[in-house]
């Protein structure tokens, strides 16, 4: 299939394959959200606007970042001032840039009164970014603030399949600058009209392009992370069906790199799966050219029609040694995972169900969808080790629920089980704990990545109430 022109390289749009699998296995007033009504009209289809750039900087001796106000506050300029003013952002159309970019149904998204998404972006679903939308269309700045320290900015999205369609949402993002860091916050602020609790879907958190001269993709995605191992130069051929690969870096970072050696990393604590690659001739290309190459740390996420996201990134200048080093320096994630279901999801998602959503309130209730048996409730991907975490235990109240049997997926594997990971459930009132001792597990080995529980359900109103998940 021939690539249009005009293509926006969106990771979203050829990583369906990878979507499809994952679903299978696995400050000031807010605006009311009538002001983000999508019914109304806003522009003819098709029309396309030129944005003169509006922009607002921060900089130390070491680095200089850029916010366009004309496109959604997103980062469209980033420079390693160690090395020359040169911006390493792509911003080839309004689908590039280091922003902020979410996933939820229905697939395909319309919206009454406007032309549908073109044929290429129908499986993208609801798919509100901070730059703007395919038709040329900027986001709404809504608040700004520079104070020489701290770059913030509130904005109204756009649909990106759409013509001139808001998101019914609004999304925030803060800039520190650190040594040689950009250090970020990112919230979204949902007030969808339509109260669906649509399926989880993988969320870029944030993605970010750079120019066609950094392309060399590095990261570590082994069974030793933090130990220093060797690292891996990723290639990947770009094509329609799948322009990015997908991939565990299980020390929480990437970076795209030039001839030199030296560019820019990506850490997402909060994350570790991640997407990327590089289209187009490589070691070419400035900020309006189409050569660019794509990170995202990715985690699958349900977005409910009234939630509050918040994450944290950073955007590392230097060279691989440089990168790494800092992420080594951070805190590091706990040796062993666990999940205390207080506030939110923690990450964790349904095959088959929903939930009561947002906010959460000290437990997921969760609903089998109805004639569903056998739905699947699948944590995030995160990683340990085996022989660190053999026993896992799950707290909860399980009604008409006669079994669980636990998933697990050691590192670059499928989803495997064994028939000692099956707990029985008690038909007893009130909470219990369900306790897999894995120890004997014979495929429970090496550096394990992500849990998922299967439930058998039975009786008319099955209901499972998850309290906390640990490994011990």
């Keep these: 299939m021939k690539m249009p022109t005009r293509i926006r390289l969106h990771s979203s749009f050829a990583r369906r394959a990878f979507l499809n699998a994952a679903a299978a296995s696995s400050a000031g007033a807010l605006l009311a959200p009538a002001a983000f009504s999508q019914t109304e009209v806003l522009a003819q289809p098709g029309r396309r606007r030129d ?37 390493m952002i792509n911003s080839f159309d309004l689908g590039r840039q280091v922003q902020m970019s979410y996933y939820s149904g229905p697939v395909p998204f319309r919206v009454p009164g406007h032309e549908g998404p073109r044929q290429t972006w129908e499986q993208i679903g609801w798919n509100p970014i901070q730059v703007g939308d395919d038709f040329g269309n900027a ?20 649909q990106w399949p759409l013509d001139d369609v808001p998101g019914e949402c609004t999304f925030e993002s803060w800039l520190r600058l650190e040594g040689n860091v950009v250090r970020a916050r990112a919230r979204l602020v949902m007030t969808r009209a339509d109260t669906t609790q649509w399926p989880a879907r993988d969320q870029e958190l944030p993605a970010v392009y750079t120019n066609g001269p950094w ?17 891996s130069h990723l290639e990947h051929p770009f094509t329609m069906d799948a322009p990015w690969m997908n991939w565990p870096a299980t020390e929480h970072w990437a970076a795209l790199l030039d001839k ?26 400035g900020q309006k050219d189409a050569p660019t190459g794509y990170i995202a740390p990715n985690r699958v996420e349900i977005i409910d029609h009234n939630i509050t996201h918040d994450y944290s990134y950073a955007l590392i200048c230097g060279d691989v040694t440089a990168i790494r080093g800092w992420v080594y320096a951070q805190q590091r994630p706990a040796r062993l995972p666990s999940w205390t279901f207080t506030q939110d999801r923690q990450g964790w998602t349904y095959v088959d169900a929903t939930d009561s959503g947002w906010p959460i309130r000290g437990k997921l209730d969760i609903r089998p969808d109805q004639g569903k048996t056998t739905p699947q409730i699948v944590g995030p991907v ?10 896992v235990t799950v707290r909860g109240r399980f009604t008409d629920v006669s079994q669980i049997r636990l998933f697990w997926r ?13 707990a029985t459930v008690h038909p007893v009132k009130g909470v219990q704990e369900l306790s897999f001792d894995l120890h004997h597990c014979a ?3 090496g550096l394990i990545t992500q849990l998922r529980l299967d439930p058998r359900t039975g009786g008319a109103a099955p209901l499972i109430e998850l309290h906390s998940i640990a490994l011990s």
Aim: hydrophobic content about 35%; glycine content about 14%; proline content about 5%.
């Design 443 to 445: 495929d429970y080995l």
């Design 215 to 231: 392309y060399d993709l590095v990261t570590y995605r082994g069974d030793q992370p933090f130990t220093g191992g060797a690292l």
């Design 382 to 391: 995160t990683a340990w080790q085996a022989r660190d975490g053999q026993r």
């Design 139 to 158: 986001s709404r700045i809504l608040e700004h603030r520079n104070d020489g320290h701290e770059l913030y900015v509130r904005c109204v999205p756009m």
């Design 260 to 285: 030199s050696g030296h560019g820019l990393g990506v850490w997402s604590p909060e994350t570790t799966l991640f997407s990327g690659g590089f289209y187009g001739e490589k070691g070419k290309g």
């Design 410 to 422: 050691a590192l670059d594997k499928a989803f495997a089980t064994d028939p000692l990971a099956i």
């Design 51 to 87: 944005h003169p750039e509006q922009m607002s900087f921060l900089a130390n001796d070491k680095i200089k970042v850029g916010i366009d106000l004309a496109k959604g506050g997103a980062i469209t300029f980033l420079a390693d001032l160690t090395r020359g003013p040169e911006n």
